[in-house]
Nanobody
Framework: QVQLVESGGGLVQPGGSLRLSCAASGFTFSSYAMRWYRQAPGKERELVAFITSLGSTRYADSVKGRFTISRDNAKNTVYLEMNSLKLEDTAMYYC?????????WGKGTLVTVSS
């Protein structure tokens, strides 16, 4: 079955960087688009970044120019490189796959931006 396992979250100061990883299994990774979402306390889950199977990318306006999504099909892993982090980037970050007519989610990794 599909498994998505996020890692790489942590505590970072404003202006710092983190790289999140999502290890995927249970499907043909290279054939599917992947997404990163986040959910801050008291807010709805929002789409942060999207990468197609061919490597085209899209970003939320709030992270454009600071975050980079990428994928390594040999490792079945999608990444989210986060630079110039802001207090408002604090959230649980989730990896997402739309597969066989349903959403699949990992358990998330917590990113806390604080001085």
């Amino acid at each position: 079955q599909v498994q998505l396992v996020e890692s790489g979250g942590g505590l970072v100061q404003p202006g710092g960087s983190l790289r999140l990883s999502c290890a995927a299994s249970g499907f043909t990774f290279s054939s599917y688009a992947m997404r990163w979402y986040r959910q801050a306390p008291g807010k709805e889950r929002e789409l942060v970044a999207f990468i197609t199977s061919l490597g085209s990318t899209r970003y939320a306006d709030s992270v454009k120019g600071r975050f980079t999504i990428s994928r390594d099909n040999a490792k079945n892993t999608v990444y989210l490189e986060m630079n110039s982090l802001k207090l408002e980037d604090t959230a649980m970050y989730y990896c997402n796959l739309w597969y066989q007519f349903q959403d699949h989610w990992g358990k998330g990794t917590l990113v806390t931006v604080s001085s």
